[in-house]
């Protein structure tokens, strides 16, 4: 830009408010920029209302309009929202943008469509909504973002990742992870020793856009992996121009929000000396400890991200910087990552060859606050002292004789103190992908994607000899180390052809795919703080393992248009996996979808209110090739560890055992009928989506009994089941205020689910219930969870508790005998309420007035319950009080229920877990031209987990899977954060 | 435009060419897992194969002690003997347990176990994999395999012996599942076919039949003692011959006392001796101080083969008192498990306070009445100190950290033997009236160390109390108590019987265990026992 050209764009409003004093017909200029990043907007159509007087604003987003006198302009575009202003206000427009805008380019896997061209259920998030704040792990960019998606963070840990589920789980014992494929890499779920999440190795701001292929019809393409969905994600590109810094900073400070309720030291005092004998009296201290604030901590983090985007002779390329270091509220916790980001785009062969280079870097360095202490913490004797001056580093111990009572808790604190477990992980994904747009056929496109994924992870968990909790083994200094490599070979043809003879446009596409993920994990002696082998710790059987699997794919997709508002896609894909037997290896996954756009439609044309409607129905079938096994077809030979020999005589020897085996196993597969209708009110000004979908999963993986003495197990993992998931999802985000000072943004999504189980075995035997699974603390061997047919996966399975009619107290010990036999025993278990949530529900709003802006995001989850295992474990007398040598702390639940022991299976501990939180809730200022107008400058501030509402007896309603044992709390977080652009 | 067509053509096949090429990329192999090719391709490998088939008497995997080879049961709980000896002791009046959050264990405190109990689901399916693992080794040990294979000479020597030991051991588990169990399914081969079931005295025919071919001339199993320890040999093919024909009554309704008598004396006269004193049997180093009364044994070791199995929950299960664990187990951590009932108790004189029958050892202060049976701390009763994990020289075995321990769980010992040829004589056996007083004055003897104990006139009330004094917790006392009538119904009862402090009769049906609602779910030749 020349200095005579941003001379004029400064004087723009200056000329804008002199044409105000002239007579009428005017020229009326302006500036229309976006009302999120203050971006320029070109092609803009603006308009005299009531007139066909209209213009386009040019490529600075200035227009020139000549109008009448007291003329109202309208500004609209299938991207924002259109607002109507008075000409003489016209000075500086802000737009705001629609959600998914009609033009915006979706991205489908092996190819991308335009929005308005999509036939199946494809939600599309971009930089501009994601969610603000303390963002460090990609997922949470989208948490409560869209319908039929959820994120349920594994706790607050730092680095911790998240489970994330479309349209609820898809399978039992197979993996229910989306795939997740970014710049056409499909990435493995399995994650690396030293990282807790497979997503925190790429660096959120990096991250263009989300695109979450929800149906079959879209998701079939990926065929064998993509029956949870697939999450495709875009990083950023180089754009074309001067070089264009941005560079962001992020202090943030996390406090516990809430800690487990146990007994104060004073309570304590009580309870033992009401309950406890004269031995257990004895061991009461003097000290009043609150355990739990000892092993947390307010912790500072920072996130700081620098990036330039520009280009150099001709090639564009961005450049990015990432450093985020991050503290835990549980002491001692840490994470560092150090993240690097190239793209360089550049397009040879006169715009015939477009080449994509993708390369990102990242390394993290995390040290693991042992989250044991959290339970310690719980159950630590509040009234004995923190320090002693023992000689376990100066922590007070329960002890045995002189060493460290191994059936007592730990000192919170010094199981924290006194270790150091470090992990450092190195990972890097690139790829090159080669568009070719034939120069003797250009409708015919040649792509070829090359990609990997690579990482290393390793670490050591280190404990001083005095720590108490490796005392007896003289500390301890355990390694671990994992590397994993993945290698991707694409290849597709896309041919484009628009026929107008036929009023058509085809677009085919066929391809070929081949990518093979190996794991090498390496095997460790463990041994003493010194370096010496611990005792009884013997050299590993085999130094590693080298676990591979290998896909092979071809597959095909048609899209057909017809007359600019019939829409056909078509697809067809063949999956080879090594995972299974020769005969069972390959399938063929089809999916075919229909969508009309009805507002193109002579009696909706030019409708005002309704302005966009599109109706689409899809059919598609999937896969989910993950079942975890990779070999077990055949049977194969184990050698035993080197602590599993056997005597024979004076010699110990190594046992092989023949691996259980099922030469029948193949993927789950799935079929899902969706139907939806996209729409918009008012030019953009409401816009949404709403499906409904009906999928059946078969061949559901089921862990299920196999008759005694036929294979190596008495359990196998098999192609048993079917499953039925039901749910109907609405989007809607609105403007409801749209003005040149004030906008308001709202958007609200809803989704309803059902999920039953309607197969479970081979036979079909009326008096099985189900397989019992979600194991809970307390005891051994407990589970608390049930698959049972007809019901929901992981329904609790508990007794029904019967209660004191006068306190409504529950009666220690007394269950309903529901099947009348005149004894309580496991057939009398029943189904009781589900884990997972019936209703999502997301709201977000935004608001922004004059350089400010103010936002927040909630969710709620309706209908889920959540076993209270921390009660359930903790919270009896006898859990306190069971030794004379160490006194425990309890939940403070024993003082409601006085039980004197545990009753794990009560549905009293099953309880309404449903939640309104509210995720974030942030305000920015926009200070504008800084630094001699170098520099453009935003400061904001964020909260993160502000509130939640919940009738929920714990800390937290939302621990994936549904039980609550010990979970590392959430931490409430407040953010600053400057934005510089430059 | 049809050049182009062509040649568009000829970019895809040459690209897809290429690619298709990598089918072969989808036969993955493991890297350290071995197909039986390789397993039986000579002698060791068999060894290492016969290993993991003796091995699942104390361990509960070959991978960790946290992992199982049997689903659907606790892992750690999962291993033979520990399981083994849960149904036979904790439903009698030797054993009570305190763990009463393990899954399954309330429903065996209650006297209520139903076809779901994951306990006696969890042995059945040991049990039935260890036959399996039998069946397999066994058809990889026939004479045309190791023809096949060019295993001559002494390594087929070897192995053909290594054969006739896994047919013993498929024997012994196909006896444990027929007393427990009744009617098994019944299978010798590997095979997706679901098994039949077999009648219980049906099931005693097979294992006659198998004993009397390992014991005959053409068995290649060892002579007694010949073999190396934790071995089979021809002793342990004679014990069990000894303590299936004293129960042949229960199992078939038919008696067997004359051969029980036989077999009984033929273990006796084999060259066994008691081990000098009664507290060697039960040490860290009882693989040399017992080496002489053992005849087959479930080898434990604190390093080398290590499991929560039964040495291991017995030394730290049996007290909660952690001086106790430390200075009388040898183990670290005291786990307040188990105890006694004071039926037990009053079979010794003097019980508490030294007691000149040196198999007393009890702990636990002196209220011997357990009035709690939730309350291990306070709930009053004693345990029993039995396995220990200290050496004859009083040093601890080879874990430091007091975990895991060395000591080896008898499963047939020469004092069993004694005892049952008494009985057998009692019973009508065909044997010498004065040499059963003999053998089980021997008992006697060593326990207190004279003859201050001798017994001049035997009866076989007097035989099963003995029993428990010389047997207890070694997982005898369920079979026991059901060849003397007094498991169920209400002839005798002791505390906590049923479920209730006083005790009370229980459903002659519980005799027999259920067979697991799982297994009948999945093999529809099965029927349940009655009762369930």
């Known amino acids: 830009m020349n200095c005579k050209r941003l001379l004029a764009l400064m004087l723009l409003p200056l000329l804008a408010i002199c044409s105000f004093a002239q007579a009428q017909d005017k020229m009326v200029t302006g500036k229309v920029t976006d009302a999120k990043d203050g971006s320029a907007l070109q092609g803009i159509s603006v308009m005299q209302k009531g007139t066909k007087n209209a213009t386009q604003t040019n490529a600075e987003g200035v227009f020139k309009i000549k109008v009448n006198a007291g003329a109202v302009l309208v500004f609209s575009s299938v991207n924002y929202a259109s607002i109507e202003v008075s000409a003489d206000a016209a000075s500086l427009i802000k737009l705001t943008s629609v959600a998914a805008s009609l033009s915006d380019v979706v991205v489908i896997g092996y190819g991308t469509a335009k929005k308005k061209d999509v036939t199946g259920s494809i939600t599309t998030i971009g930089a501009k909504d994601f969610v603000k704040g303390a963002i460090t792990t990609p997922d949470q960019l989208i948490a409560g973002k869209v319908a039929g998606v959820s994120i349920t963070s594994n706790g607050g840990a730092p680095g911790a990742g998240s489970r994330i589920r479309i349209r609820g789980a898809a399978s039992l014992s197979a993996n229910n992870d989306p795939l997740i494929v970014i710049d056409g890499v499909p990435i493995t779920s399995d994650g690396i020793s030293g990282s807790a999440n497979p997503l925190n190795m790429i660096n959120p701001n990096d991250i263009e856009s989300f695109n979450i292929l929800k149906d079959a019809s879209a998701a079939a393409i990926y065929g064998n992996r993509a029956s949870n969905g697939v999450i495709i994600i875009t990083t950023k590109k180089g754009k074309k121009g001067k070089p264009v810094y941005a560079f962001s900073s992020q202090v943030q400070i996390s406090e516990v929000a809430k800690t487990v309720d146990v007994l104060s030291a004073a309570q304590y005092r009580t309870f033992v000396n009401t309950h406890g004998n004269s031995a257990q009296k004895a061991l009461l201290g003097t000290a009043n400890t609150d355990w739990q604030k000892q092993i947390y901590q307010t912790s500072i983090n920072v996130d700081n991200n620098l990036s330039a985007s520009g280009s150099f002779k001709k090639v564009p390329y961005r450049f990015s910087l990432g450093y985020l270091n991050q503290t835990g509220v549980l002491k001692t916790g840490k994470f560092d990552r150090v993240s690097v980001g190239i793209n360089l785009s550049p397009t040879v062969w006169n715009n015939h060859l477009k080449i994509d280079v993708n390369l990102k870097g990242i390394n993290t360095q995390s040290k693991f606050a042992e989250e044991g202490a959290i339970g310690s913490a719980m159950s630590f004797d509040p009234t004995q002292p923190v320090f002693n001056g023992s000689k376990f580093g100066g922590y007070y111990e329960w002890l045995d004789g002189t060493n460290p009572n191994k059936l007592a808790p730990r000192n919170p604190l010094g199981q924290l103190m006194n270790r150091d477990n470090k992990s450092q992980v190195n990972r890097s994904i690139g790829n090159v992908q080669l568009d070719y747009k034939v120069h003797f056929l250009p409708d015919l496109r040649v792509n070829v994607n090359l990609g990997y994924d690579i990482a290393e992870g390793s670490g050591t968990d280190f404990a001083p000899a005095i720590s108490a909790q490796y005392y007896t083994d003289s500390g301890t200094s355990n390694k671990y180390k994992e590397a994993q490599r993945n290698l991707l070979g694409d290849f597709y043809l896309n041919y484009v052809k628009e026929v107008k003879s036929l009023k058509s446009r085809f677009d085919v596409m066929v391809g070929h795919s081949y990518q093979d993920f190996l794991i090498t994990k390496y095997n460790f002696q463990s041994f003493q703080a010194n370096g010496q082998p611990r005792s009884g710790s013997l050299p590993p059987q085999f130094p590693y393992d080298k676990p591979q699997n290998t896909l092979l794919s071809f597959y095909g997709r048609l899209n057909y248009i017809f007359n600019g508002r019939y829409y056909l896609t078509a697809s067809v894909r063949r999956d080879g996996t090594s995972r299974f037997a020769p005969e069972n290896r390959w399938g063929t996954f089809s999916a075919a979808s229909l969508a009309w756009r009805i507002s193109d439609e002579a009696f909706l044309k030019g409708n005002k209110v309704l302005t966009d409607l599109k109706l689409r129905v899809g059919y598609g079938q999937t896969g989910q090739e993950n079942v975890g096994e990779r070999y077990s077809y055949l049977s194969y030979y184990n050698l035993s560890g080197n602590n599993f020999t056997y005597q024979l005589g004076d010699s110990f020897y190594h046992m092989y055992k023949p691996g259980a085996y099922d030469p029948k196993r193949r993927w789950e597969s799935a079929e899902t009928y969706n139907a939806g209708l996209d729409f918009a009110f008012f030019k953009n000004r409401i816009t949404g989506t709403v499906d409904v979908y009906f999928k059946k999963t078969s061949d559901l993986l089921s862990t299920v009994d196999v008759p005694a003495a036929t294979n190596f197990s008495n359990r196998l993992l098999s192609n048993v089941g079917n499953m039925e998931n039901k749910g109907f999802e609405i989007n809607i985000n609105t403007i409801p205020i749209q003005n040149n000072n004030f906008s308001w943004e709202a958007g609200v999504n809803l989704t309803m689910y059902d999920t039953k189980l309607t197969k479970l075995t081979n036979v079909n035997d009326p008096n099985f219930v189900g397989n019992l699974v979600g194991g809970i603390d307390g005891g051994t061997g407990g589970n608390i969870q049930i698959q049972s047919v007809g019901a929901w996966p992981s329904a609790f399975y508990v007794y029904k508790q019967v209660y004191d009619k006068s306190t409504n107290k529950p009666i220690e010990g007394l269950y309903e005998d529901l099947n009348r036999d005149g004894q309580i025993n496991e057939k009398d278990r029943y189904i009781y309420k589900r884990p997972e949530p019936t209703v999502l529900l997301g709201f977000t709003s935004n608001v922004s007035y004059k350089k400010w802006s103010a936002g927040f995001v909630m969710r709620g989850n309706f209908g889920n319950y959540m076993y209270n295992n921390v009660w359930s474990n903790t919270g009896t007398v006898n859990n306190a009080l069971s030794r004379t040598d160490v006194i425990n702390n309890t939940s403070s639940n024993v003082l409601y229920t006085n039980f004197s022991s545990r009753q794990l299976l009560s549905d009293y501990y099953v309880q309404n877990a449903s939640f309104l939180r509210m995720d974030n809730f942030n305000i920015g200022y926009t200070v504008g031209k800084v630094m001699n107008n170098k520099a453009n400058l935003r400061l904001s501030g964020n909260v993160q987990n502000v509130f939640v509402i919940t009738k929920y007896k714990g800390i937290d309603p939302e621990i994936a899977g549904g039980i609550d044992k010990r979970l590392y709390p959430r931490p409430r977080i407040f953010v600053f954060s400057v934005n510089v652009d430059f | ?461 007097l035989i099963l109390d003995e029993r428990a004094r010389e047997l207890h917790w070694e997982g005898h006392r369920r079979t026991d108590l059901i060849r003397f009538g007094k498991f169920t119904g209400g002839t005798y009862v002791w505390p906590w019987k049923g479920g209730v402090a006083t005790g009370q009769s229980i459903d002659a049906y519980r005799a027999l265990y259920p067979i697991p609602a799982s297994d009948l779910n999945v093999n529809l030749n099965l029927k349940q026992n009655p009762g369930y």
């Open chain 2, 1 to 461: 435009m049809k050049r182009r067509f062509f040649k568009i053509i000829g970019m895809v096949a040459i690209v897809s060419g290429s690619l298709i090429g990598c089918t072969k990329d989808l036969n993955r192999y493991p890297l350290n897992d071995v197909t039986s090719e390789t397993v039986y391709a000579n002698a060791a490998g068999y060894k290492m194969a016969m290993a993991k088939i003796y091995g699942g008497f104390s361990t509960t995997s070959s991978v960790g002690t946290d992992k199982s080879d049997i689903e659907g049961v606790d892992a750690g709980t999962s291993e033979f003997t520990r399981m083994f000896w849960y149904l036979q002791e904790l439903v009698t009046d030797e054993a009570l347990i305190f763990w009463t959050n393990d899954e399954g264990v309330p429903a065996l405190r209650s006297y209520a176990w139903d076809s779901q109990n994951v306990l006696t689901k969890g042995l059945y399916y040991r049990i039935l994999f260890t036959i399996t693992l039998c069946n397999d080794f066994l058809s990889q040990c026939t004479d045309a395999k190791l023809a096949a294979r060019g295993i001559s000479g002494a390594d087929a020597t070897n192995i053909k012996r290594y054969r006739d030991e896994v047919r013993f051991i498929r024997a012994y588990q196909y006896w444990a599942g027929m007393d427990l169990y009744g009617n098994l399914p019944f299978s010798l081969e590997v095979s997706s076919t679901p098994p039949s079931q077999i009648k219980r005295a049906d099931l005693f025919k097979f294992i006659e039949s198998e004993l009397k071919a390992l014991e005959s001339t053409s068995s290649n199993l060892a002579e007694p003692r010949t073999n190396e320890y934790g071995r089979v040999d021809k002793g342990a093919v004679w014990a069990l011959f000894a303590r299936m024909y004293l129960n042949a009554e229960v199992y078939t309704s038919e008696k067997k006392y004359d051969e029980a008598v036989v077999y009984s004396k033929k273990v006796i006269d084999a060259g066994y001796t008691l081990a000098t004193t009664y507290r060697n049997l039960f040490l860290a180093d009882n693989n040399i101080t017992g080496k002489s009364e053992f005849i087959l044994t479930a080898n434990y070791d604190g390093i080398k083969t290590q499991s929560y199995g039964a040495s291991t929950i017995l030394s730290h299960g049996c007290t909660n008192n952690s001086s106790v664990a430390t200075d009388s187990l040898g183990v670290i951590g005291a786990w307040a498990g188990f105890k006694t009932t004071s039926k037990i108790v009053q079979l010794f004189p003097s019980a508490l306070s030294n007691s000149p029958d040196k198999r007393a050892s009890f702990t636990g202060g002196s209220n011997t009445t357990v009035s709690n049976y939730s309350d291990y701390a306070n709930g009053g009763g004693v345990s029993i100190i039995k396995f220990r994990n200290l050496k004859s020289d009083g040093t601890k075995g080879s874990d430091n950290t007091g975990l895991y321990v060395d000591t080896d769980f008898p499963l047939f010992r020469l004092a069993e033997m004694y005892l049952i040829y008494a009985e057998a004589k009692l019973r009508g056996g065909n044997g010498d009236g004065t040499l059963a007083l003999n053998y089980f004055n021997s008992l006697r003897r060593r326990a207190y160390q004279s003859n201050a104990g001798d017994v001049a006139i035997l009866d076989l009330d």
